[in-house]
């Protein structure tokens, strides 16, 4: 139990063009969605949180204009990439945690993001 | 501030056991994971402590000690494909995981 899938993958697109990556909770309810970005040999670092039918709550120096998060069921959660630049080329991965306890975040595989 | 201190790499023989030392510094505490993350893709769950004391899974134990603000990971019986980095997340007083860069562990044959 506790799988959360995330698509696509990967994904190559153009600078000043948008991405949009699912986050899916498979067979538990997410009350509560995580979003971070990883670059290459760095620690994780949460961009946002996420709760059912509310905004998302950004961490300081993440551009909410920019990442929009929506947070629409209980089993997804989508982060868009808007006009994309090379900068924003890194491992973006989910994480969703069940509404019957606090602690344990599940994580998706993540996306791998190229921005050319 | 929030803080966590983990030797940044070590090396290990396979078949031989390694310990990975944690030291934390959060705001409250409401215990501590150890994830294993592989290059290249998402962490996966190792172990979650909340008491004092020793927690034991298969190859992989973890053990907690709150009021030193301590933790390891003791690996045994090392396999080739444990190479990975290893991350000690505690989880502050509002449920927040506090993520370092983790220790790159290299097995050797």
């Known amino acids: 139990g506790a799988v959360v899938s995330q698509h696509p993958s990967w994904v190559i697109c153009k600078s000043g063009t948008s991405v949009k990556i699912e986050c899916r909770s498979l067979?538990?309810?997410?009350?509560?969605m995580f979003w971070y970005r990883q670059f290459p040999k760095q620690s994780l670092m949460l961009m946002a949180t996420?709760?059912?039918?509310?905004?998302?709550?950004?961490e300081q120096g993440v551009e909410k204009d920019k990442f929009l998060i929506n947070h629409a069921s209980l089993t997804l959660s989508t982060l868009t990439v808007t006009s994309a630049h090379p900068e924003d080329s890194s491992f973006y991965i989910c994480?969703?945690?069940?509404?019957?306890?606090?602690?344990?975040?599940?994580f998706g595989p993540g996306t791998r993001l190229t921005v050319t | 501030g929030q803080n966590i201190d983990q030797p940044t790499e070590m090396t290990a023989t396979e078949g031989a056991i390694v310990q990975i030392n944690c030291t934390y510094q959060?705001?409250?505490?409401?215990?501590l994971f150890w994830y294993q993350q592989h290059a290249g893709e998402a962490p996966t769950f190792l172990s979650y402590?909340?008491l004092d004391g020793l927690e034991e899974k298969g190859r992989f134990s973890s053990f907690l000690s709150r009021s030193k603000g301590y933790s390891y990971l003791l690996l045994k019986e090392l396999q080739m494909k444990d190479s990975a980095s290893y991350l000690c997340?505690?989880?502050?007083?509002?449920?927040?995981?506090?993520w370092g860069a983790g220790t790159k562990l290299i097995i050797k044959p």
């Open positions: 994480s969703a945690r069940d509404g019957r306890d606090h602690y344990e975040q599940y």
């Open positions: 067979d538990f309810q997410a009350t509560t």
């Open positions: 996420s709760n059912e039918g509310s905004k998302a709550t950004y």
């Open positions: 959060t705001s409250g505490f409401n215990g």
């Open positions: 402590n909340v």
């Open positions: 997340v505690p989880m502050d007083s509002n449920y927040q995981l506090i």
